[in-house]
């Protein structure tokens, strides 16, 4: 399996077999490169703009927006858990979907755009996670200190930081990675893309920062 991060929320996860699973492509957003990416599957958390930019997807793409159990003719499972956008249940931002998808052998679940820290039903419904695609920026999500503490609740093998400031985005109101990774006490080494597979996820560093791929 090969993780590619292209900013904001958006991932392309490839498996084996060369299916490519896309989270929440934002389309037109403020300095990102626009994207033109081949997609058989695309999860989507919620429908704000930044998150449901279906023009930068190519193909036939399966879309799954909704919570509960999906399965796939590729033989992939997701899984949604309704979670909320904020802390006052929903009432500032609305909804939330947290995804695992299961492949490879690997659950990788990607937060969308949590707002609040999990109850524990919610995180029993997500259950043990290979790889964690985690929003840290605050603001519209939850913060880097919330993050910390829903990866300590999860306890994932391996964090990926997602949804925060970057030089794209320069103006959004949204804290800059370094903020999330000086609470964690962590500073791995920016990744192009992260190659991981069943037999090797107990060998990978707990947390791994990865490079917003190049239009």
């Known amino acids: 399996m090969i993780i590619k991060y292209l900013g904001h929320s958006f991932f392309t996860i490839t498996t084996a077999d060369g299916t490519v699973i896309?989270?929440?492509p934002y389309g037109e957003f403020y300095q990102y490169p626009r994207r033109r990416v081949r997609a058989d599957l695309c999860v989507i958390s919620h429908h704000h703009h930044d998150h449901d930019g279906m023009d930068s997807l190519l193909g036939e793409t399966l879309v799954i927006d909704t919570p509960g159990a999906h399965s796939t003719e590729a033989g992939i499972r997701v899984t949604g858990i309704p979670t909320k956008h904020d802390e006052r249940d929903g009432a500032l931002r609305g909804a939330n979907i947290f995804f695992v998808i299961e492949a490879d052998g690997l659950r990788i679940?990607?937060?969308g755009d949590l707002g609040h820290m999990?109850?524990?039903a919610q995180a029993?419904?997500?259950?043990?996670l290979d790889v964690l695609l985690l929003p840290v920026g605050g603001y519209y999500t939850i913060d880097a200190k919330t993050a910390l503490r829903v990866r300590e609740r999860l306890s994932p093998r391996v964090t990926v930081p997602m949804h925060y400031r970057t030089a794209f985005d320069e103006e959004m109101p949204i804290a800059a990675l370094d903020?999330?990774?000086a609470l964690a006490g962590e500073a791995p080494t920016p990744m192009p893309l992260m190659r991981v597979t069943q037999a090797d996820i107990g060998q990978r560093a707990p947390l791994a920062v990865l490079s917003v791929q190049e239009a």
């Open 118 to 120: 999990l109850t524990d």
């Open 109 to 111: 679940g990607h937060a």
């Open 124 to 128: 029993r419904r997500i259950g043990a």
């Open 22 to 24: 896309a989270s929440d």
């Open 179 to 181: 903020d999330f990774l």
